[in-house]
């Protein structure tokens, strides 16, 4: 039993160090699960950093997190309530965005989205963000630099991580145009 022990307490350090890689594309599923520490093109930045960003007002804070769509199959009369979303106070919600495949529909409600968020102005500041291990964000900041973002920021933790330091949230909902 000291042995397994000893063995498992070894390989800690190991484990500590295994990053997981870019994938080339985008990440198409299992989108809750460890992260990159890095992506190509854009900054990557913990929410004492991100927190920095938001308080000079000049970065658009940009929440990807998904939004269950209504069953098609309720029954008639039943109510849908959807999940309120708390998120970074002044975020906009982009919901559905992060996935690594999207329909037009879904790209072009993201572009449209981006173009409010920031003026149409590709060189406008953009930080990207969901949950803490949550791939949809870095799917969502990867799009926004093949879009042509030139200032791309990603925070990893998201909205954990942010509420975390106890930093302010406020209750969004999806930005007008969700598919």
């Known amino acids: 039993m000291k042995r397994a022990l000893a063995a498992v307490v070894g390989l800690l ?20 699960a ?7 093109g854009a900054a ?7 927190h920095a960003l938001w308080e000079t007002g000049e970065t658009a804070f940009i929440d990807v997190l998904p ?9 008639e009369g039943t109510i849908w309530r959807d999940t309120p979303r708390d998120s970074i106070a002044g975020a906009i919600w ?19 989205g ?18 803490d291990d949550c ?15 030139e200032t791309v920021y990603w925070l990893p933790e998201g909205t954990d991580g942010w509420s975390f330091f106890d930093y302010p949230l406020a209750r969004v909902s999806p930005h007008p145009g969700h598919p």
Not at 44 to 50: F, K, M
Not at 67 to 75: R, W
Not at 116 to 127: E, F, K, S
């Open 94 to 112: 982009l919901p559905n965005v992060g996935y690594g495949a999207i329909a037009e529909v879904t790209a072009r409600y993201f572009r449209d």
């Open 114 to 131: 981006l173009a409010a968020a920031t003026g149409d102005d590709l060189a406008h500041p953009v930080l990207f963000f969901c949950l």
């Open 135 to 149: 791939w949809m964000s870095w799917n969502a900041a990867k799009r926004a630099l093949e879009y042509g973002y």
């Open 13 to 32: 350090p190991a484990l500590a160090l295994a990053q997981v890689p870019e994938p080339e594309g985008y990440r198409m599923d299992h989108y809750r």
């Open 34 to 40: 460890p992260v990159p520490e890095t992506l190509a």
């Open 67 to 75: 939004q269950a769509p209504k069953p098609a199959n309720l029954p």
């Open 44 to 50: 990557v930045v913990g929410p004492e950093e991100a």
